[in-house]
């Protein structure tokens, strides 16, 4: 994506796409954000977009609400202008509710409807800052709407939802706490968000008062507390988390799910397995998590070769740290 704009006496936002199925006007993303943040910074501008869809649409991979947060990022830098991070937040969230976790980066709880976010320590396994990760993107789109219709369908249904109602945010609270050696509230509540683009720094980039409190913790770990964050991802792949959005997509597509089995490897070969594999978000993307290269390879090849009746593209790529996130966002 590329963002340029200049103040005017009237604010005109024109947005432009590789992809004629992208909306250009008021509905997208990028424009809601766009006018929102003018509104609070009490400036017009002429912007302009270019939105280079790469991501699919009905994939699941919020490629949308990552539009709008760097669409954010870009206004300000070529504005010279930052919103409070507080703002930023708040009106990140009345765009879409995963909106602000773009705005962290790296490893990111969110609750409530997604949108109440605070960045957490890295996912990481022997020390690597990165993790293998394999995508798999099926020529299948799945509705977010109806997928929410669907999920809330069934848990209304006493014959279809009768299990304990789980405190997920409590159990992943205790892990990052036990890993990390903080207590529970100070491992949920701290992180604060937000990078200001501004034209003084070096890079272009300034991290602000709060979040440098905020993810100060995260940083400068002794080497004990580094050993304890290797198997950080194995840990919280213990305590059972899942995409709840599976119960009710695989239903409607079955091929999901039996890309999702070749995603995760077979039991008999233990060591290559997947740590990790689910849908991403409501799908129609996957994804799946590995130990090494040759790991993520071998599962690369197992969704190649198996015939799901559509067509997947598959991905080798890794995920991206924090700090990396913010030093690629803008490039200069």
């Not at 200049?6 to 990028?30: E, F, H, K, M, W």
């Not at 996912?123 to 099926?138: F, Q």
């Not at 992943?172 to 207590?183: E, K, N």
């Not at 993520?296 to 991206?320: I, N, P």
């Amino acid at each position: 994506m590329s963002v340029t704009a200049r103040r005017a006496g009237a604010t005109r936002i024109l947005i432009q796409s590789n992809d004629s199925r992208v909306p250009t006007d008021g509905r997208n993303t990028v424009c809601k954000m766009l006018t929102r943040a003018l509104a609070e910074l009490r400036v017009m501008a002429e912007v302009e977009v270019y939105i280079q869809k790469n991501l699919p649409i009905q994939g699941g991979m919020g490629a949308g609400s990552a539009n709008a947060a760097a669409a954010l990022i870009g206004l300000e830098k070529e504005l010279g202008l930052a919103l409070d991070e507080a703002v930023r937040l708040r009106i990140a969230a009345e765009v879409g509710s995963d909106v602000p976790l773009f705005l962290i980066g790296g490893a990111v709880l969110g609750s409530n409807r997604g949108e109440v976010v605070r960045a957490v320590p890295e996912l990481t396994l022997a020390g690597e800052d990165s993790i293998h990760c394999v995508m798999a993107i099926p020529k299948v789109g799945v509705s977010t709407p109806q997928a929410f219709r669907d999920w809330d369908a069934r848990y209304t249904d006493p014959d279809l939802h009768n299990s304990p109602v789980r405190d997920t945010l409590g159990e992943l609270s205790r892990v990052f706490a036990s890993i990390f050696g903080g207590t529970e509230m100070e491992i949920v509540e701290s992180g604060a968000s937000g990078i200001f683009a501004d034209s003084s720094s070096g890079n272009g980039l300034n991290v602000s008062p709060e979040q440098s409190q905020g993810l100060g913790q995260f940083q400068g770990k002794s080497e004990t507390s580094v050993d304890l964050a290797e198997n950080s991802l194995l840990a919280l792949v213990r305590t059972g988390i899942e995409n709840d959005f599976e119960q009710v997509v695989f239903l409607q597509y079955p091929s999901l799910h039996a890309i999702k089995r070749q995603l995760m490897g077979s039991d008999s070969d233990v060591e290559s397995k997947a740590i990790y594999a689910a849908l991403s978000g409501s799908g129609s993307a996957l994804f799946g998590l590995y130990r090494s290269e040759a790991d993520a390879e071998a599962a690369q090849q197992r969704v190649q070769s198996a015939d799901f009746g559509c067509k997947v593209q598959v991905f080798l790529t890794k995920t991206l740290p924090r700090e990396s996130y913010w030093r690629d966002m803008i490039a200069e």
